[in-house]
């Protein structure tokens, strides 16, 4: 493979992943597959993870892109290199090109997370904000490749870079040649394309199974042959794989022929799966780095008695970590907003906040609403935020608040 393949014209092989492979020999970390004793405890499985999350840059991107970004003459060097990103794909560029000494422009969505973009910048690219989403980056920087003659470096129709992210395919096989089953995140389809290619070839009866978010379910709809629903604006905190419109190429070629199942999460149950990874695993993941995760916890995944899930990307905005937090403390039970209305008596809060404490659970916030619409006059609303243990706790406490005179909302 050159650098003047044209996406279209070559379908990589399993050759192409081991040459990928001795190029980005050192430059790449080699990440650790490690065993998830809850996960694999709750599905009554082996399960592992494969830690993406702790690539340099953050994320599996630099293994393509740097892969690609070697692969250039020195004439396209010479000329730069563009790329669109919500932020993974841009990071790994970036790197990729001051390691080569290449010049890169990097096209983002205005709404992609600020980490993404300082560190970007922070790796020697110039960053160009336009669009809301990835689709529009995207145009913008055919733009600049066509007005400006730099070489555009493609997140995923491209076989060097389907080839470098097929290099974690290899290491799989490597750490667990006996694997059943590998659960990949699908964004443009270059990760699990790669994947597939790899493991396939070693390990046909290993099930590949995909994973989108319910906001950006393109892929998804394309293998269950439904009509593909574009939307206008995409929003998810799996941004990291939100596309709006699915690559027919990547479908067509290697999804359709090498994946075994597709299936959606929506974002509360990311949320819950990135509480899961930092509390059982230490592992902090961004929204499309723990789809996988999610998609073992809540769908009904034929993993065999092996299986590994890829967390693609570490790169979560930290404006936003907390919210994701609480959210997934919401869906597992671990956090909840109650409201109670009671007679305005003198007592009744102190029965309440007795009910609660009997039952050992942590009262963070209580707000009283005397003129609320639909409130009797001697009538008063209590909102309460509380740390609970889990959702029997909570159903627990609603019991007692009832006992104690309250009428839960």
Known sequence: MNSTTKPASKIISIEDIENARKSIKGVIRETETEKSFSLSQTLGAEVFLKAENQQFTGSFKLRGAYNKIIHLNEAEKKKGVVACSAGNHAQGVAFSAKKAGVAATIVMPITAPLIKVEATRDYGAEVVLHGEIYDEAYEKARELEKNFGYNFVHPYEDPLIIAGQGTIGLELMEALPDLDSVVVPIGGGGLISGIATAIKKLKPSCRVIGVQSTQAPGMYQMFQKQDISLAKKISTIADGIAIKKPSEFMFKNYISRLVDEVVTVSDDEIAEAIVLLLERSKFVTEGSGAVGVAALLSRSLKIGKKSCVI???????????????????????????????????????????????????????????????GLFLRETRIDFVLETSNKEHVQQIKLALEKAGGKIL
């Open 311 to 373: 967390l693609s990307g570490g790169n979560i905005d930290l404006n936003i970590i907390s919210k994701v937090i609480e959210k997934g403390q919401i869906r597992k039970g671990r956090l909840v907003e109650l409201s109670v209305i009671v007679d305005d008596t003198p007592g009744n809060l102190n029965r309440l906040t007795k009910a609660i404490a009997d039952l050992r659970a942590n009262v963070l916030e209580v707000h009283h609403d005397r003129i609320s619409q």
